[in-house]
């Protein structure tokens, strides 16, 4: 590669634009901070209605430790849970609710639904623990789950993971897609 040869002129030229120039001692930079303050995010409440608002039919069975749940909303196809149990959806979020009080874990599960919901996850595992701990061989929170997630208005279906994943001591749950999600693609025509 050659070197480009400037004029004198050129030379005259950039100096003039340049203006008087200092010889800096330091090669540290000093930032200045912006002055505006970063932005905080607006808070965004859980949603003030019940979400466990879906009668359950009938009684429910109560569930021992190596019982497999699974569930489809009326009206869904049955080939949902296949697809489901064999990680067709794939999992967007997991929670881990075993250890906790039956009151923590509906607390902790319903914001958790909600979040993923809000932010268009559509397949989630929760992990409710098999109730080795439990009186009566009779896994509180496994039961407990099971009528919750029945009783959810955006649950659509669940079914007891494979074993790799948990087994019957977890849950695959399939979400309904939250309205800001939904394109004209997908409603119905």
Known sequence: MTKKTT????????RNSIGKVQTIDTNTVILKPDKKPRPIPSFKPLEQVDPLQKDVEG????????????????GMQKSV???LRKGYYGLDADIDLHGLSSRDAQQQLL?????CV?????????IHGKGYN???NQPVLKNDINLWLRQHKDVLAFCSAPPKAGGTG????LLRLSEKFVTSEDEPQ
């Open 7 to 14: 004029s004198a002129d050129d030379v005259l030229l950039f």
């Open 59 to 74: 009684s429910l069975e109560t569930l021992f430790q190596e019982d497999k749940i699974a569930f489809l909303v009326p």
């Open 81 to 83: 849970i296949k697809k």
């Open 111 to 115: 914001r958790f639904l909600h979040y």
């Open 118 to 126: 809000e932010d268009g996850y559509r397949c989630v595992q929760i």
């Open 134 to 136: 439990s009186t009566d």
């Open 170 to 173: 977890a849950l695959f749950v």
